[in-house]
């Protein structure tokens, strides 16, 4: 019945008779019931055979008769009313949709030029770069027939076009022919002449060849596109108005020709392709439409020998697609003396011209074609290109009847076979034009072995012929990349929701796919879309036996977006079967949903009796409450991790009773810690100061300051106390590696340098820095270091850093009372110990004045007993200095004091 439908639509689409393709007619007319009709017909619709012309009535037309008859492809199957479907095949192609290669090549270009010339409010000024011949001022002239139509000039406003290289020797009158110019401006200009930027107005003024501009005339040029105003030569006094836009073309490098201030104005630069780099596709389009030309223009049939053809394909043109139209024409003129009393023109190798049969190219070309004598006709070019749109319809098909099926509710089983009905006729077409050298091809190899290793692992039963088959639709994807790519950019919306459904009803293909897009990417660098993985999932549906096979199931269920499906692939990979499924739960989805998914899989993999369900935590523990079937066993165990799968996989593949599986990974699944402390131990400088942590702080800050920024070295301040006290077993050291410590007292720490506060002010030695820090610094850095030093330890510097009160006269009062001290003790102190105790009593007496005492380490008894009579003599000396700052060196303090004077 479905046949005889079909057939009676043709006819009536033959005969032009649409109206007598609706539901209601064709019932009457076969005597069958409506219902029967419409059933039928929205099969015959979701194989993609069928227009759908939704007025009323709705009607229906056979594509491929309308397609042939009309003699133009139809892009949708279902159009809104009958005006629509014959309009748009009855209408020209519409300004950019005649370059070949506005969807596939050009298509970016063709964005760039629409993106440009509508630029808001006026359009902006173009630059087209590319060799000659490629089309440059084809595509000028689209873009204005594009600004036309989408309203940007009226249909009044021209066009003008001007080859610059016309005026290469007089450059003068290419300025007073664009610029316009007044009577007697120049020898012969006996009228004024408006000029081209005038005549242009509101319009496109297109400059071809404009590196031939002198910069005389690309100055007036661009001064004119800053004001939109100018000066007609020969008069300086008036101004000229044009709202023109502006489209320039050169063949040479933009930057090396013009003037940078005229490229400053042209915000884009538009290169265009040659023809070497247009594709085979796009190429016998051009073939086909340029020899379609010559054969309408000299009303006879054309055939091209195979030679003449593979030459047509592959010759580099030096003239690109004008150098291939020019052959063209030369080749049928030739032909045509040569074949004059036959019906059709024959063209064959000897009548392309003599500098092409006379290149080397040639040589490598033709010997690909050796063995053809045959001929093409330029007719038979049409279906070739419509041939490598086979994928799209297929993909288009497989889209629309998903899309059907969904819309009315209808039965899954019955969409899968419409789905893969479509799949198959055109794998049958593509495999009918298949031309693989299947022994040499390098993706044919790597696609073969990646399905075989595919195959293997799953225990798909794919024939030989079902990898031949895979094989050239990959290799006819391949080769269709870039259109497949552009129409599923168009379809984006409809091909995920497919993609989802899939993934919801298909686990297993949705896991199989998943591993031959990755491999595909991974060894043959093949971007694999989604409209293709669904091709996958459809096909791989025929040939996989798990329903039958599969007595235990086990699926993951986890949270988080790709949890599940990462574990399980991991570990299927490594047990090297295909052991788990897995549910993604992503954290904005209910346990509900996942329940549903749930069921969904397990009605989907038809009768089974164990259920493994491997789950991370939380409310997924208990969605065995919610599984709907009761007949099967079913495990849960949660805190999966990969490593808890593999054993339970390993456990599933040896047949092992469940219960003996889950007792064997609570065993051993107890979790383990260890804590790997940080290798790297910073680089540290510590500063510790007798006098107290605010002087060591205060130090630490200065020398902060003095070390270039971005060296790894932190500088730490440390109590002097714990320093002497607990030595090398101080937590600093064990958590980093200190480099030396800075300080007013040695705390003499082993094996550690220690460089007292005076040594960075009085010498400039900087033995200890050199060779504790050249390992970590670089010379420059070192010496940055070390004139900073220089600069910030100089001893007025460090009094005023270190001391809020008037460091001058501290530093005055402080030097006395130590001149006094040596005198009593009769000794006289090297200037580096004196430098120290300078800084050290003045940080003592600024710490007293603001009532902090230091914490002693010493015993403080027995030093009083023993060394009574330096306490005097302090005491006696400072007394001074005490009552001018009214503070009290305590025995403590002096106990520091003499520590310095000791180790003098
Ligand atoms: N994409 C295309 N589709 C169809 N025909 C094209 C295409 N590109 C160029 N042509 C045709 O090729 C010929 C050369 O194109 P055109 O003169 O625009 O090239 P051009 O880059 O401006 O060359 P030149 O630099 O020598 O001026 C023209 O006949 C044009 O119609």
Redesign the pocket.
Known sequence: MRDKILEEIKVHTQNNDYESNSVVEISKRLQVSRNVVASEIRQLFAQGKLIKINQKPILYVVKEIFEEIHNQKVDTLEVDSLHVLTSTNSDEKRDFE?????DGS?SELVSQCKGTISYPPNGLPMM?Y????????????LTYEYAKHKGLLSKEQRFISV?CSEYANNPELLTANLFGHVKGAFTGADKDNEGLIALADGGILFL??VHNLSPECQEKLFQFMDLAEYHRVGDNENWYASNVKLIF???EKPEDVLLKTLLRRIPMTIT?PSLKE?GLH?RV??LY??FKTEQDKLQKKIRISAKAYSIFLAYDFP???????GCIQTCCIQAMFSNQDDDAIVIQLHDLPKDILESEQLQSITTNFENTGDTIAVDELDSFIKAESYIIQMLHNVLTTFQTYTENDANISEMDVSINQNIHEYFDKILYHATLSTDKDFYYKGIENIFDMIRNRYGLSLSNNDILTLNCFIMDYRKNYISVRNWSYKQAEQISELLSYLENHKYYETNITKEITNYLHAYLDLDILDIVKIVFMFYLSNVTNHKSEKKRLAVILAHGFSTASSIAEATNQFLDTYVFDAIDMPINQDVQTIIKKLNEYLNSMGKFEELFLLVDMGSLEDIYKGIQNKQANIGIINNISTKTALEIGNGIIQNRPMEDIFDEVIQYSKTHYHIEKNQLKKNVILCSCASGMGTAEKLRRILKDSLPVDVPIEVQTYNYNELVEKGIHNKVFTDNHVLFIVGTLNPNIENLPFIPIEELIITDSFAVLNHELQSIMSAEQLDTFKKKILKNFSLSNIMSSLTILNPNKLLEHVADALDRLQNALDKTLSSSTCFGLYVHISCLIERLVMNKEVETYLDVDEFTKENQNFINLVKQTFREVEEYYGVDISIPEIGYIYDYIKND
């Open positions: 005649k370059l070949i290669g506005y050009l087209l590319g060799p000659t011949g490629t089309g440059k001022s084809y595509i000028a002239r080859n071809d060849e073309a050169t063949t265009v247009r796009e389009e051009l439409s340029m003239g690109n697609i004008g150098g291939l139209r």
